[in-house]
């Protein structure tokens, strides 16, 4: 059975820094690309980034690029979301997705499973 | 960036009838490999987004017949054949064709 276990949400200040944590089973995590979406209170879906399989390709949205970092271990099968310069707009649930498909280092065009999310609040 | 645009916002519907919900693309979501990604989440209140339909018109595993997916190139629709109680909840389209992804802005499926 395929779980997302989302952690290291919490209360923090503006200009502070956060490190969520994505750890994955029931899969075998190395093979496939993985995603962090977010929603903010009362709001609808907004992608953050993106990692392929090995790790070395990644993609972010314009709003979070240069303040977020998203790293995987495989070793580990954890996927991780540094986020630094946090701002109040980047208050939310974070979700971590998982890839459709085996692609690796490519992505299939979808994601199918999705975990229970981690709430991050930027707030003085 | 691609804007998904979804129609209705809100959805009122009774149980035992059809829903549908409409998806436009700010441009053509057909992939230069040939495919179309274009997939549906459901969101029950309190949960995560759960798919439904993958690359217009594929049902996810345990998904139920009574969901489809069609459409193409800008243009997409997610039918419910006969909404059920557990249906309520908010939908979502979303492209995964070009980065970065974008989501449509949801709509709500509610019971009369």
């Known amino acids: 059975e395929v779980q997302l276990l989302e952690s290291g949400g919490g209360l923090i200040q503006p200009g502070g820094s956060l490190r969520l944590s994505c750890a994955a089973s029931?899969?075998?995590?190395?093979?496939?690309?993985m995603t962090w979406v977010r929603q903010g209170p009362g709001k609808g879906l907004e992608w953050v980034s993106g990692i392929g399989g090995s790790g070395h390709t990644t993609y972010y949205a314009d709003s979070v690029k240069g303040r977020f970092t998203i790293s995987r271990d495989n070793s580990r099968s954890t996927l991780y979301l540094q986020m630094n310069k946090l701002r109040a707009a980047d208050t939310a649930v974070y979700y971590c997705a998982k890839d459709g498909l085996p692609f690796y280092d490519f992505w299939s065009g979808f994601t199918d499973y999705w975990g229970q999310g981690a709430l991050v609040v930027v707030s003085s | 960036d691609i804007v998904m645009t979804q129609t209705p916002l809100s959805s009122p519907v009774t149980l035992g009838q059809p829903a549908s919900i409409s998806c436009r693309s700010s441009?053509?979501?057909?992939?230069?490999?040939?495919?179309?990604?274009l997939s549906w989440l459901q969101q029950r209140p309190g949960q995560p987004p759960r798919l439904l339909i993958y690359k217009i018109s594929n049902r996810f595993s345990g998904v139920p017949n009574r969901f489809s997916g069609s459409g193409a190139g800008t243009e997409f629709t997610l039918k419910i054949s006969r909404v059920e109680a557990e249906d309520v909840g908010v939908y979502y389209c979303?492209?995964?064709?070009?980065?970065?992804?974008?989501f449509g802005h949801g709509t709500k499926v509610e019971i009369k």
């Open positions: 029931g899969f075998t995590f190395r093979n496939y690309a």
């Open positions: 979303m492209q995964a064709t070009q980065f970065p992804w974008t």
């Open positions: 441009q053509s979501l057909v992939h230069s490999d040939g495919n179309t990604y």
